[in-house]
């Protein structure tokens, strides 16, 4: 077996083939180029000659170095999400490295792939988790096999985890009418409060929760609204960033983000109700963030879930979903209304289609409207 080495050469990459040769032992040969690296292995093989690698690599070691390289951006990639690191880094430690750390990479063939399988649904805490885990571990093995030239091919090329049955729904919970009534009424109190500091707080939170609600945008996106994201009157809002939740202390400035994909930059329609609230928003500070903490920069997550959304559905005595059921909530609201490519559109989904897999279980008319738009939908026209 040959092992391809990928090589730092000054900010540059390089590539070094290893092999064992009867009379001279150990050699190497480095080149500029993956495609030269590749073909000079080929010649190699062709020869006859025992190759191995000069290192056994594990699996840990493996996820350990793609988790490593991602941070700092992997093979010319922008670096990955902060958010996904840690959930990277959750399965790997919690699932994959228990089950498959200790293994050589070049150990597994296809009859220990579906072994592992197994192991990783039996061990994960559902079967969502375990979904999760084993693409990351394909990424790995993935990236072993293209860029690494580690092993000559993925065990687990086309093997998925299936957390749902056919035709079954997705789970996404949203509140009832009769409960986002009771969160608006909810909120415009705490909005209009005699208490001083509860109708302080809420003049920022209030035109935030109907932002949230009248656009579908994501809480991430929400928090890194600047004033020059509006268009003129207020009338059009461009998503163009994100704020990172902030896993293990990291600056402010590091969590910064542009929005997970090129679908997620968009411009959505701002409602005419919400004008006013941001208006006066705007004018009350001078800050570049349309939401800002005390000290003029931008709100955490963890903050606003507790001090506004915990506090708004206990107030309004409703059930406690997560803040991104907002989403889900104006989400539901176009489809059945009939407007999936706007919904597509407005949340930042790349498709459509996957608008419809998402949502299109809420409408429930014997199956007609739904063909309709699965039309509609599919259509090139």
């Not at 990955?80 to 050589?104: D, M």
């Not at 109700?273 to 963030?289: C, G, K, R």
């Not at 879930?305 to 803040?323: D, E, F, P, T, Y």
Request: with cysteine.
């Amino acid at each position: 077996m040959v092992e391809l080495v990928k090589l730092g050469c000054g900010g540059q990459t390089a590539f070094a083939v290893v092999w064992l040769d009867p009379e001279h032992g150990e050699l190497e040969r480095k080149f500029s180029s993956r495609a030269e690296a590749m073909l000079f292995a080929g010649s190699i093989k062709s020869l006859g000659n025992s190759l191995r690698p000069t290192k056994p690599v594990l699996v840990s070691e493996l996820c350990k170095k793609y988790l490593i390289e991602s941070r700092a951006g992997r093979d010319g990639a922008l670096p990955l999400a902060q958010a996904t690191l840690v959930s990277y880094q959750h399965h790997f430690s919690k699932t994959i490295e228990p089950v498959v750390g200790t293994l050589r990479i070049d150990q597994i063939d296809r009859n220990l792939a579906r072994e592992i399988q197994r192991a990783i649904i039996f061990r994960a805490t559902s079967r969502d988790a375990a979904s999760r885990a084993f693409n990351f571990l394909k990424t790995c093995f993935m990236w072993a096999t293209t860029e690494l030239g580690l092993v000559p091919n993925s065990p687990f090329e086309k093997m998925r985890i299936q957390t749902r049955r056919r035709g079954q729904p997705k789970r996404i919970k949203i509140h009832s009418e009769n409960e986002m009534s009771r969160i608006k009424s909810a909120a415009f109190d705490l909005y209009t409060s005699s208490n001083k500091r509860t109708r302080e707080a809420w003049f920022t939170y209030y035109p935030m929760l109907l932002l949230l609600m009248g656009t579908g945008i994501r809480i991430s996106e929400c928090l890194g609204i600047q004033r020059r994201d509006f268009s003129e009157n207020l009338k059009d809002l461009s998503i163009c960033r994100s704020i990172e939740k902030n896993h293990g202390g990291r600056p402010k400035p590091l969590r910064v983000v542009d929005v997970k994909s090129g679908s997620s930059e968009r411009t959505v329609p701002v409602p005419n109700s919400i004008t006013p609230f941001l208006e006066d928003l705007l004018q009350a500070h001078s800050s570049v963030w349309v939401f800002p903490n005390g000290g003029g920069s931008f709100r955490d997550y963890d903050t606003v879930r507790q001090r506004m959304w915990n506090r708004l559905v206990s107030s309004a005595q409703v059930r406690h979903l997560g803040i991104h059921s907002l989403r889900h909530y104006y989400a539901s609201e176009l489809i059945r209304a009939g407007f999936v490519k706007e919904a597509q559109r407005n949340l930042g989904h790349h498709s459509a289609a996957f608008t419809l897999d998402m949502y299109g279980h809420l409408i429930d008319d014997g199956g007609t409207r739904l063909r309709e738009l699965a039309n509609d939908v599919s259509s090139p026209f």
